[in-house]
């Protein structure tokens, strides 16, 4: 399970290869970018790569994956390996001071094995201030044979301090072909439902490996039964659906969805690149939307969409803002005069 898993991110891999085989590896990196697209994963092969009893003989560094310490880095039981991460259970989902205190203490003393410590931060960015404080002290002083990962997919939201004290390496999302193919290779799914899960996931490969393709593919057609021209002509079919959906608590994801939809419908109206349209099966409705719909009214709820997502944490009445948007919808797309299909 060596390297090669980590999709997209040869860049990455091939200077923190070159690092090692120059010594030149640094003790501590920020692994930053987009969330789910594998800076976790590449963390993980690095400490094996670094720990592995039997690497191959291939060029650059890698890992084996298999032997005991490989296991032991993968099942997170390797002695010299520790993995600090926000607590899952609480509900503010911190990295607390506590949690760093207990493996600065580890990190203090040799490696047990191998040669290298190695303590990988995921969601950094979680960290209590007294947390940083704490982490800054160690990464100030770092014991020699010690290795910091410090992965954040919301690098400004760490202290500047911090990052200074890391070599950063800028994770980016791969391109919709790659995720496609390891997919395709994974997964064992059909290149159609490879090709869907790879536009919904925009690139974030982690998401597009576990999310179950039927439950994904159904959630599309909810929104598609939401703005047929069926739906979207009756005023009190639109707000009885909006009530449903809040009530449901799935008004963000039906967002998400629209935001995918309207994006489609511009794409079409602009004649782009018809490989990036993602409601394929809908293409006639999409057709017959797009010779009326008001590109400028479409591109204003894409925002309103956006911001609606932005403020949602803050107590923001999503049935409201569902509502109005579907109403503003079936204006921009003038869905009174779209024939219905038979
Ligand atoms: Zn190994």
């Given at each position: 399970m060596p390297f090669r898993d980590c999709i997209g991110h040869q860049q990455s891999i091939g200077l923190l290869q070159s690092a090692v085989t120059h010594e030149r590896l640094a003790h501590a990196y920020l692994f930053h970018g987009?969330?789910?697209?594998?800076k976790r994963l590449t963390a993980i092969r690095l400490a094996q790569a670094l720990n592995?009893?039997?690497?191959?003989?291939?060029?650059?560094l890698d890992s084996c994956g298999i032997c005991r310490s490989c296991r032991q880095i993968e099942a997170r039981t390797h002695p010299d390996f520790f993995v600090i991460e926000?607590?899952?259970?609480?509900?503010?989902?911190q990295i607390k001071i506590e949690q760093v205190r207990e493996i600065e203490h580890h990190i203090m003393y040799r490696p047990l094995i191998g040669e290298r410590k190695i303590c990988l931060i995921d969601?950094?960015?979680?960290?209590?201030i007294g947390a940083a404080n704490a982490l800054l002290k160690t990464l100030e002083?770092?014991?020699?044979h010690s290795l910091f990962l410090v992965i954040s997919s919301?690098?400004?939201?760490?202290?500047a301090t911090i990052r200074s004290r890391c070599q950063a390496l800028r994770f980016t999302t791969p391109a919709r072909t790659q995720v496609e193919a390891a997919l395709i290779l994974k997964?064992?799914?059909s290149p159609a439902d490879a090709r869907f899960l790879a536009i919904v996931s925009e690139g974030r490969l982690g998401e597009a490996l576990t999310a179950d393709v039927k439950d994904t593919r159904a959630r599309q057609q909810e929104l598609v039964d939401l703005v047929c021209p069926q739906s979207l002509q009756s005023i009190g079919a639109i707000l009885s659906s909006a009530e449903a959906i809040a009530k449901a608590d799935r008004a963000q994801d039906m967002l998400a969805w629209l935001a995918r939809w309207i994006r489609d419908l511009v794409l079409i109206q602009v004649e782009?690149?018809?490989?990036?349209?993602?409601?394929l099966d809908d293409l006639a409705m999409l057709e017959a939307y797009a010779q009326q719909a008001n590109t400028d009214l479409l591109l204003d709820l894409l925002r309103e969409i956006e911001k609606t997502e932005q403020r949602a944490?803050?107590?923001?009445n999503l049935h409201m803002a569902l509502e109005m948007i579907l109403l503003r919808l079936r204006d921009a797309v003038a869905a009174s005069s779209v024939p219905v299909p038979a």
């Open positions: 987009e969330e789910a697209i594998g592995c009893e039997r690497p191959p003989e291939a060029e650059g926000p607590d899952q259970e609480q509900a503010t989902q969601n950094a960015d979680r960290m209590t002083e770092p014991p020699a919301r690098p400004s939201a760490l202290p997964r064992e799914i782009g690149d018809r490989d990036q349209i993602l409601y944490t803050r107590h923001l």
